[in-house]
């Protein structure tokens, strides 16, 4: 509530030491929160914005890059790689499950050109966590000074991410999702080897460098969404206040709760193997409209809920848990949720899935 009220209030001129101080810390608090080097740049974007500039510093044309394509983000690399002129060179695989180690590992060794590795934490659109540590591990294992840059924007807050730890080269943000506030910022924190290795592209307002130069006296190159950056502010206080470990925690057992009322509701998880704590996508069963369902619960319960995408689309829904959620609101979500199944002459007796939700979440509880 502080932070939604923040973005109404009065904010600083943004060159003055009111705000760098904001701003600065603001960058701590992510740091520490990913285990970062140093303070990630705060972008005035959306997290795409933060994807594309991690192409544009990080490469130039002609470079053999490596995109895991297990979903619509996934494919999203690949894309702005080739916009870029990349030789982009993706993996695919099934939505909801995990890239293959060996498979990523064999084609570096096939392509040793290929400088950089491009993947998601979590893969919003299947609901599938990545294990980012271990696949780091193994990349390293055959090429040592690759790139391996993490699209992260929604599993911060919900997964663990250790950027020294796991020797990341660069993690991306955003501030709709873990942060819990509107869209418009995005975040890059980038290793020494990737500050090493920027490249001489053509760039303007994405200039990785130029933003260090100035946000390491605490300000942006540019104006920076100001409202915004406040209300970041805020909620990084209270996460801060919170304890890192108590929030990866909270995700756990809300996300573990809601798959198990999903499951109740007699609905599968696309990504069963290993499941994000961000958000649970489930396969709908053909005889129920996905589409309806969705408008459904947004124009008769006000709950907003997202559906499938691309080839996805209408076979799918992606119940989010994430950021500064309650559990309650889940509660009334998955009611809703159950008397809109029913509507659509799914058998299930109602309350299964909130109950079972309610359940699941207090003998777990903190
Ligand atoms: C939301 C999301 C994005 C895109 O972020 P925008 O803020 O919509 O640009 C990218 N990657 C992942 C994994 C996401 O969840």
Not at 288 to 296: F, R, T
Request: proline content about 5%.
């Amino acid at each position: 509530m502080n932070v939604q009220l923040a973005a109404i209030e009065s904010y600083p001129y943004h060159r003055t030491d009111e705000f760098y101080k904001i701003f600065a810390n603001c960058g701590k608090a992510l740091a520490k929160f990913i285990d970062a080097p140093t303070s990630p740049l705060i972008l005035s974007s959306s997290g795409t914005g933060a994807m594309e500039a991690a192409i544009t510093n990080l490469t130039k044309p002609g470079d053999s890059i490596l995109t895991l394509n297990g979903g619509k983000f996934g494919q999203r690399w690949g894309e702005i790689g080739n916009v870029y002129e990349c030789d982009v060179h993706e993996l695919s695989f099934p939505w909801g499950q995990e890239p293959d180690t060996a498979k990523i590992c064999e084609t570096l060794q096939n392509n040793p050109r290929i400088k950089a590795i491009f993947l998601q934490a979590n893969e919003t659109s299947s609901g599938a966590a990545y294990p980012v540590e271990d696949i780091a591990k193994a990349v390293r294992s055959v090429r040592p000074e690759i790139l391996i840059i993490v699209d992260a924007i929604s599993a911060f807050g919900a997964e663990e991410v250790r950027m020294q730890d796991w020797d990341l080269d660069a993690v991306v943000m955003g501030s709709q999702k873990g942060p819990g506030i509107p869209p418009g910022l995005s975040f890059i924190s980038l290793s020494a080897r990737a500050w090493g290795s920027i490249s001489k592209r053509p760039k303007f307002y994405f200039d990785l460098e130029k933003e260090r130069h100035q946000q390491e006296k605490g300000m942006s190159a540019f104006t920076p969404a100001i409202s915004l950056v406040v209300q970041l502010s805020l909620a990084l206080k209270n996460m801060q206040e919170t304890g890192w470990q108590n929030i990866l925690r909270h995700h756990q057992i809300a996300a573990d709760a809601v798959r198990s009322a999903m499951q109740a509701l007699g609905l599968k998880l696309l990504a069963a193997k290993r499941p994000s704590n961000a958000l649970t996508a489930v396969i709908l069963p053909d005889t129920v409209d996905g589409k309806a369902l969705v408008k459904n619960l947004r124009e008769l319960h006000q709950m907003t809920v997202a559906g499938g995408q691309g080839h996805m689309a209408g076979k799918l829904l992606r119940f989010a848990h994430l950021g500064a959620f309650d559990p309650g609101d889940i509660a009334a979500g998955l009611l809703a949720l159950e008397q809109e199944l029913i509507r659509q002459n799914h058998s299930i007796t109602r309350g299964t899935g909130a109950g079972t939700f309610w359940h699941h979440y207090h003998s777990q509880s903190l």
